[in-house]
Structures are given as structure tokens and as C-alpha cells.
């Protein structure tokens, strides 16, 4: 089913500068913040863990490394070498 997310809101929300590979897109799924590709589109996070919850999203900078998923940063920290 989905949400109808519009992208155009999205992006009103979030203030410039957004680099995607510095500063993903997060989700929160039950009670922990998952990165993912792309906010409207995904139904998986970076580690595999598959998002049924989606009870908000932001941005990895919003959230704060400490909140984020253990193994989606360390897969942020891998792709950034
Ligand atoms: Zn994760």
C-alpha cells in the first residue's frame, strides 16, 4: 500500500546542502534508524533489514551516528573509503 510520499515535499523539508553520500537517507523502522537508497522506494535497509515500520524518515545528520543502526553505519563508513 504506501503512502502517497511526494518528493516535491520531501525536498521543501529538507534544507540544502543534502549529499546523499555524506548525508542518507534514514528510516526509522520499529525503534532503530536504517539507511536506505532511496526514502520513497525502499523497502530495505543497507544491513537487510526490511523496513515494515516506517514510522518516520530524515537524514543521517538529523538523526545522529549514535541512533543509526550499528550495521548500516558501518556499511556507510565501508562505502565512504
Ligand atoms: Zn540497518
Not at 15 to 32: R, S
Request: aromatic content about 6%; hydrophobic content about 35%; charged content about 25%.
Amino acid at each position: 500500500m504506501g503512502l502517497p510520499f511526494s518528493s516535491l515535499v520531501i525536498r521543501k523539508a529538507v534544507p540544502a546542502p543534502m549529499n546523499p553520500e555524506t548525508n542518507p537517507v534514514v528510516l526509522l523502522t520499529e525503534d532503530t534508524w536504517h539507511i536506505v537508497a532511496h526514502s520513497r522506494e525502499s523497502y530495505m535497509a543497507w544491513c537487510g533489514q526490511k523496513i515494515t515500520d516506517r514510522r518516520a524518515h530524515s537524514r543521517l545528520s538529523t538523526i545522529g551516528r549514535e541512533n543509526l543502526c550499528p550495521e548500516c553505519l558501518s556499511l556507510f563508513i565501508e562505502r565512504k573509503r
